[in-house]
């Protein structure tokens, strides 16, 4: 077996199960390549400023290859909630899923 067939063959058993995994908690998105920083854009649909995250209906992200999916968020800073009102379409910087940066779209 050809090196690369090997590889692709490892790739698929690791995304098959992650691409059945519900968006919700997103396991899948762990996979996603590091990257230092990557900018995503969506709308608000719920904050919970008690566990610090924000729900976001995003659009596809193409450096992490998500689709276009409704999932939370942690935010680095609980301040960056109050610039997340639920229904305004924002512009948000991640790391990893956690949102570093948030402006109005
Ligand atoms: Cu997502």
Do not use: C, Y
């Amino acid at each position: 077996m050809k090196p690369s067939i090997a590889a692709f063959a490892v790739l698929a058993a690791t995304a098959a199960p992650a691409a059945q995994a519900q968006h919700q908690g997103h396991e899948g998105h762990a996979a996603a390549p590091a990257a230092a920083s990557v900018e995503g854009v969506g709308v608000v649909k719920k904050v919970d400023a008690k566990a610090g995250t924000v729900t976001i209906d995003h659009d596809p992200i193409k450096a992490l290859n998500w689709p276009a999916m409704t999932m939370p968020f942690k935010v680095s800073d609980k301040a960056l909630l109050a610039k997340m009102k639920p229904g305004a379409k924002v512009r948000f910087q991640l790391d990893g899923q956690t949102i570093t940066d948030v402006r109005p779209f």
